[in-house]
């Protein structure tokens, strides 16, 4: 098993005892610009698993928005070789990509699933691994093989083995949730009849920042995942919000009032060493660290409307980063440190835009009319974020050119604050 396969799966046995039963649906709407034609055909054997492993990485691959998904269904045996490929009939077909696989139970009861993935107009081999894997990690043994054939053909890493956060309220109760990325394995992280907000990952995806009034007053907590210890790291005086975790996972930048007014504050991550990291006469709100760890973005409203502003990290003076419109808050940059995402105020309807940083370009990525809280895909292509659909919150998600998009609900509920986490390993 390699390294991040181990790690989410110790996560998600820690968390399993907490598993919740209601999980997010994905409903699908736009395309994806230069699709890939790829027919994923049924493994062979794979109906000795508790679930279809290929139907996972199908979902997975047309749910990015890259692929077309041909119809594989009817071939019978399913190959698990080249030599059992019919690649002049899957040329008709127009496929550019084909994988196929097979899974044997081993004699200690676990299972090996084994693939491979062909260039089809060159009948030419990829690529593939091979898995050793319990029943408990089917799916995000699925999702591996996912990122695999996404790196290969995209040339970039793919997230489908990450996991996202999200706070879920029904019925006058609050909850923290994580699941996979595709909405499925939800697990309550913790559950309060008091508010929580603004959860944070940790840049190595073992810990969240978060905010509760659990104290009956807002307090930043930071959890460990695999352990579940609950550490108050800002409990001070008056308001104590929006964490952020610097890139190297040392430090957390908060919001707080201890001192008058909503500031900017550092803080190690336990909490200790607390320095204001600037002076301001106005309200400072919502940083976000830049993937260099060198400055942070923020809300602040120091110029009469809220806009958007970058700091350096050791202080001084801050740099206005928005001008056009009248109220653009929430800032985002994404990981390849390329693309500035926020909500800005359109004629009365508060939208997910985008800035390039580089050619100060700004594009607003949704038809929607109450967008909040942007987290970016950890390879930059997609943006989640929270929005209202029938006076009810929901989740959504829209590719960083905004053809694409995708919403996540659950079903009776009001689903906020969505934080996309990192990669996990290697």
Request: cysteine-free; hydrophobic content about 40%.
């Amino acid at each position: 098993m390699n390294r991040a396969i181990a790690i989410l799966t110790i996560l998600a046995f820690a968390l399993f005892a907490r598993a919740a039963n209601a999980q997010l649906s994905i409903e699908i709407t736009g395309s994806g610009a230069n699709q890939i034609p790829i027919a994923v055909l049924q493994f062979a054997g794979e109906s000795a698993l508790p679930a279809s492993i290929s139907d996972i990485v199908e979902a997975d691959l047309q749910r990015s928005g890259r692929f077309r998904m041909l119809y594989a269904g009817g071939v019978n045996p399913a190959p698990t070789d080249a030599s059992q490929v019919n690649f002049a009939d899957w040329r008709s077909r127009l496929a550019d990509a084909m994988l196929i696989g097979g899974v044997r139970r081993l004699a200690d009861g676990r299972f090996e699933v084994q693939f491979r993935l062909f260039d089809v107009p060159k009948q030419a081999q990829l690529g593939g691994v091979a898995y050793t894997l319990n029943a408990a990690q089917l799916r995000l043994t699925g999702h591996k093989i996912a990122d695999y054939v996404y790196e290969k053909l995209i040339g970039e890493r793919g997230v489908f083995s990450t996991r996202i956060a999200y706070i879920v309220k029904q019925q006058g109760r609050f909850e923290l949730k994580v699941a996979d990325a595709d909405g499925q394995n939800a697990q309550t992280v913790l559950a309060s009849p008091e508010p929580i907000l603004s959860p944070s990952w940790s840049p190595d995806g073992t810990r969240l920042a978060y905010v509760s009034f659990q104290a009956k007053r807002p307090v930043v907590y930071v959890q460990d995942l695999v352990g579940g210890r609950q550490i108050p790291v800002a409990n001070f005086r008056g308001s104590n919000s929006a964490p952020s975790w610097s890139p190297d996972g040392r430090q957390l930048a908060v919001v707080l009032s201890r001192e008058g007014g909503s500031q900017i504050f550092l803080m190690n991550a336990d909490g200790s060493n607390v320095r204001r990291l600037m002076q301001s006469p106005g309200i400072d709100t919502e940083p976000n660290f830049a993937p260099d760890g060198q400055s942070i973005y923020f809300t602040s409203d120091r110029g009469g409307s809220p806009q958007i502003y970058r700091v350096a990290t050791s202080g001084g003076e801050a740099t206005r980063v928005t001008f056009q419109g009248d109220y653009n808050v929430t800032p985002r940059i994404s990981p390849d440190g390329k693309t500035l995402t926020y909500v800005a105020r359109n004629s009365g309807r508060f939208q997910l835009t985008a800035m390039d940083l580089e050619s100060k370009q700004v594009q607003t990525l949704t038809d929607t009319q109450r967008d909040e809280s942007p987290s970016f895909a950890p390879n930059s292509r997609m943006v989640l974020y929270a929005t209202e659909v029938g006076g009810r919150g929901v989740l959504a998600a829209v590719s960083s050119d905004g053809r694409y998009r995708q919403r996540l609900s659950v079903q009776a509920a009001d689903v906020r604050e969505p934080a996309w986490g990192p990669f996990m390993g290697n």
